[in-house]
């Protein structure tokens, strides 16, 4: 897939804090980016770690200075390129749209404007034909934030851990795709699957129990699971992805995984 062919954007979400969408968002677009695809992060969360993992530097803050913040409230209504910066990966093209310090406003402020569920779509429409995919690293919560994202993107995935307390996460994360889907869309969200992080090796019995009710879960397959490890944090601490470094470890092939599936989802 090349700029030329349908621009594919997908939220990474689940309003559970602690269970890896930052590291899966950044993982994957590694991943992407290393099968020479062009790559668009939008770090969406207001606590700015896509930013940080990445380590590119905070977008300005202040009137009239565009940055994310600015364009979800119609301050700004430039193209999204204006607003990217770039990554920097051997192989593809990762460019990241960061946080800005104004974004811990953003709940409060975008729940104010006028099609206030469509900002981010409108933003991100100019993103199409641009790069090939665009991930958005969603909040840890169920709030307009996250029905942006939702409502942006063509398809989700669904990072989690394998603890009750995710499955859990899911019984309020589903119903609210499927709000959004009833009140805000004109075609369904994609639901790509799940994504296990942090999963110890070899899995506990709860781990293993909580894996086979992932299993039954109708239409959300588990595309990948990815072991704890300390490959994550060191490519977090260089602001480097696991795929560029390191390469032949079993998290870079768990995102490369999840990025073929992105791919044929493409096709």
Known sequence: MDASTTTRITAVTNQKGGVGKTVTTIGLAGALAEAGRSVLVVDLDPQGHATDGLKVPQAPSGNGVPNLYR??????????????????QPAGRIDVVPNAFEMFMAVRDV?????????????????????????????PSLDILTDNA?????????????????????????????SVDADLRIKP???????????????????QSVLKEFAT????????????????????????????YAPESEHASAYRSIAETLEGVAR
């Open 71 to 88: 364009a979800l409230i119609g301050e700004f209504t430039g193209p999204v390129a204006d607003l990217a910066v770039t990554h920097s």
């Open 111 to 139: 729940d104010k404007v006028k099609a206030r569920e469509q900002r981010l779509a409108k933003l991100l429409n100019s993103a199409r034909g641009v790069w090939d995919y665009v991930l958005i690293d969603s909040p």
């Open 150 to 178: 939702l409502t942006a993107a063509d398809g989700v995935l669904i990072p989690v851990e394998a603890e009750d307390s995710s499955l859990k996460a899911l019984e309020l994360l589903l119903p609210q795709v499927a």
């Open 189 to 207: 969200l994609e639901l790509h699957g799940l994504v296990v992080n942090r999963l110890r090796r070899p899995p506990s019995l709860l781990a």
């Open 217 to 244: 879960l109708d239409g959300l397959p588990v595309l990948a699971t990815v072991p704890l490890g300390v490959v994550i944090t060191e490519a977090w601490r260089y602001g480097r992805t696991v795929v560029d």
